[in-house]
């Protein structure tokens, strides 16, 4: 069984640019939520989708960041007009229900901003 | 956002020794869940807690839910090298939708 794929690993863009990384969640699993872990950090909520729904994403920056799960296909974390700030580890977790069972976590896309 | 509060951030700690870590939390959770985390690797599950009071194993590693619902407790006992990482808790936030609000993280050391 193919766990939770994310690529790429590494992503460098310079300012200005746009980022995107993609996730595929472990098959038969059907929530997929981002995470984003800064250096030295613990890891923050960004967002959680279903297949074409977004669910949840009071963890997005307003601006430059979206997010997207559609009926075929990865689901796509995008960040537009990248800045230094947005280096990071970014994380992909998948569960199969969206309750209480815990996630699967991908190896991550570590975005470096140049 | 909301974030849990883990301590101690770092040790060192004698191969061999015990470690203990612990996660609190302003807000009541109905479950919670305590993750290791690798260097260049995403978080792996270790062990996952569904009750007030539980105590759960997974090897050496042993886990507590909190009677307050509060906070969680990890234990891992005669610690080797490839204990080193960072530990993550986790606890389900059911404000609204369902999600895992992560600690800011243990980053163990363990010298042979």
């Known amino acids: 069984n193919a766990g939770v794929m994310q690529n790429p690993r590494h992503l460098v863009r310079r300012r200005g640019q746009e980022a995107r990384l993609r996730c595929s969640p472990m098959?038969?699993?059907?929530?997929v939520y981002w995470y984003r872990q800064l250096p030295e950090e613990g890891l923050k909520f960004m967002v959680y989708l279903q297949k074409e729904n977004i669910i949840d994403e009071s963890g997005m920056p307003k601006e430059r960041f979206s997010a997207e799960f559609p009926k075929e296909g990865p689901s796509i974390l995008r960040i537009q007009q990248v800045v230094r700030g947005d280096s990071a580890a970014y994380f992909c977790?998948?569960?199969?229900?969206?309750?209480?069972?815990?996630?699967?976590f991908g190896s991550g896309t570590r975005l470096t901003v140049v | 956002g909301q974030q849990l509060n883990q301590s101690p951030q770092s040790m060192f700690i004698q191969e061999g020794e015990d470690v203990s870590m612990n996660c609190t939390s302003s807000s009541i959770f109905n479950t919670w869940l305590w993750y290791k985390q690798e260097p260049g690797e995403g978080p792996v599950l270790l062990i996952a807690l569904y009750k007030a009071g539980e105590l759960t194993s997974n090897g050496r590693l042993t886990a507590q839910f909190g009677i307050t619902r509060k906070d969680s407790f990890l234990n891992i006992s005669a610690s080797i090298p490839s204990d080193v990482g960072i530990y993550f808790c986790a606890g389900l936030f059911t404000s609204g939708t369902y999600k895992y609000i992560f600690g800011t993280g243990t980053r163990l050391k363990v010298l042979a």
């Open positions: 977790a998948s569960s199969p229900q969206g309750d209480d069972y815990g996630y699967t």
């Open positions: 098959k038969g699993h059907s929530h």
